[in-house]
């Protein structure tokens, strides 16, 4: 057994025993509060209330112009919300975790995450329809259903779900409470950092933060149906292997089977054909190539006073002709 630091990268040999978060009462209250606090969000922008001019005094602020010297490490910074890049790394990390406790519960819950994601994020964005603030048109507006896709924040979302399903399969609570820390501080500087830049609404970053929040707290209700998946995705793959897997034959001697000859034209340049023992014998018999490739015997001379005629045959034997002599 290895006890450096490495040995922790090997594979484990049997599959740990993982608890699955399950709806306690507390998720479920966390989950009521976090709707709530969504459609309080919702109204409070379709109604143009204090959200919405709060909304125009940040954006009329213009942070850029005030830190210009942040723009530069914030245009980086801000990629940790991009879903692309995100989905990438945080896919690579546990697509190690699902090879290392032979389970593929990690890929499968990030992929009801993220799917969660792009549909409920996405049709609430098409559906109201809100301008950016690089787009409005008019000063204390809510620049909705015009066209626009920019509310709830699709980075903040992405940055809250992307970051904190590392935390949601922590198999340790101390990891999970480091987790949660960090996954709270990338999503929150994500959000912040899409209004520094003007690119959202503040009103935005708060709605994606709680979209992103519902999907992780909502996520062990997916729970069975990726233990499902997971056994499916196994049964195909035992059925592969069982149908690779290549039976060994057994050498004639043993009981295997025998080789079958089928005859041939017969050519100028054929080599002489070895007789074939019969498997019901020991007894030596000539094949059908050899069978084939005797000579015909020749033909018995007739004699020319008593001419034979073929058995069964009706036709009268010929009669040789007389010559004077």
């Known amino acids: ?23 306690s009462r507390t ?20 109604v143009s209330s204090w959200l919405v001019t ?40 546990l697509g190690w975790r699902s090879w290392r406790q032979h389970t593929l519960r990690p890929l ?35 620049e909705m259903f015009a066209g626009g896709d920019i509310f709830p924040s699709g980075h903040t979302a992405n940055a809250v779900v992307t970051w904190g399903i590392l935390a949601y399969l922590a198999t340790t609570p101390r990891a999970r409470r480091h987790l949660s820390a960090l996954s709270a501080v990338v999503a929150l500087g994500v959000g912040l ?16 933060w709680a979209a992103g929040l519902l999907i992780l707290l909502g996520l062990p209700w997916c729970e069975p149906l990726i233990a499902r998946a997971e056994a499916m995705i196994f ?22 089977p025998r080789p079958v000859m089928y005859p041939r034209p017969v050519g100028a340049d ?9 498997s019901t014998s020991g007894v030596a018999r000539p094949s059908v190539r050899a069978t084939l490739t005797q000579p015909r015997p020749h033909a018995a001379v007739r004699s020319e006073r008593a001419p034979v005629t ?14 004077g002599g």
């Open 1 to 23: 057994m290895r006890t450096d630091i490495f040995a922790r990268l090997d594979r484990e040999p049997e599959p740990p025993k993982i608890e699955i978060p399950r709806m």
């Open 27 to 46: 998720r479920l209250a966390l989950f009521g509060g976090t709707s709530a606090f969504y459609l309080a969000i919702v109204v409070a922008v379709l």
């Open 54 to 93: 709060l909304d125009w005094k940040v954006m009329l602020f213009r942070p850029y112009q005030q830190w210009p010297e942040l723009h530069a490490t914030l245009d980086y910074f801000v990629v940790l919300g991009q879903r692309g890049p995100t989905a990438v790394m945080v896919a690579a990390w």
């Open 108 to 142: 499968l819950a990030l992929g009801a995450a993220l799917l969660l994601l792009n549909v409920t994020v996405g049709a609430v964005k098409l559906g109201l329809g809100r301008l950016g603030p690089h787009y409005a048109t008019r000063i204390g507006s809510a």
């Open 193 to 208: 950092t899409t209004v520094y830049l003007g690119t959202h609404w503040l009103s935005d970053v708060l709605l994606g």
């Open 235 to 256: 049964e195909v793959r035992e059925k592969l292997r069982a149908s690779r897997r290549l039976v060994p034959s057994l050498p004639v001697a043993a009981g295997g």
């Open 270 to 278: 054929d080599e002489p054909v070895r007789e074939a023992v019969s």
């Open 310 to 323: 073929p058995a069964g045959s009706c036709r009268p034997p010929r009669s040789r002709p007389v010559t």
